[in-house]
Nanobody
Framework: QVQVVESGGGLVQAGGSLRLSCAAS????????MGWDRQAPGKQRELVAT???????NYADSVKGRFTISRDNAKNTVYLQMNSLKPEDTAVYYC??????????????WGQGTQVTVSS
């Protein structure tokens, strides 16, 4: 099992910044990627950003140029630096850890989520 713990959410004014952190622990061998999804009230969950163990990143178009994902492999921690925040970024942000098993299959683990609220 993998335990996933997020931190860093909160309330910020539009144009401000927040930094989310996510630490993975437990059976952390074989982690292929880590990332963030978000879900706003009444909307579907959407991918925000991911980063592979090799450092390759992927971003949703809505956050490109404003958000930066980074990773500390030694600490099994992923960060999401969010700048120029907009009210539409308001959502619960969930950290995802994807681990590859010895048989090649992937398992996904999720944190409990952290609330990000951007006021206008």
């Amino acid at each position: 099992q993998v335990q996933v713990v997020e931190s860093g959410g909160g309330l910020v004014q539009a144009g401000g910044s927040l930094r989310l952190s996510c630490a993975a622990s437990g059976s952390i061998f074989g982690i292929a990627s880590m990332g963030w999804d978000r879900q706003a009230p009444g909307k579907q969950r959407e991918l925000v950003a991911t980063i592979t163990s090799g450092g390759n990143t992927n971003y949703a178009d809505s956050v490109k140029g404003r958000f930066t994902i980074s990773r500390d492999n030694a600490k099994n921690t992923v960060y999401l630096q969010m700048n120029s925040l907009k009210p539409e970024d308001t959502a619960v942000y969930y950290c995802n850890v994807r681990r590859q098993r010895f048989d090649g299959k992937y398992l996904d683990y999720w944190g409990q989520g952290t609330q990000v609220t951007v006021s206008s």
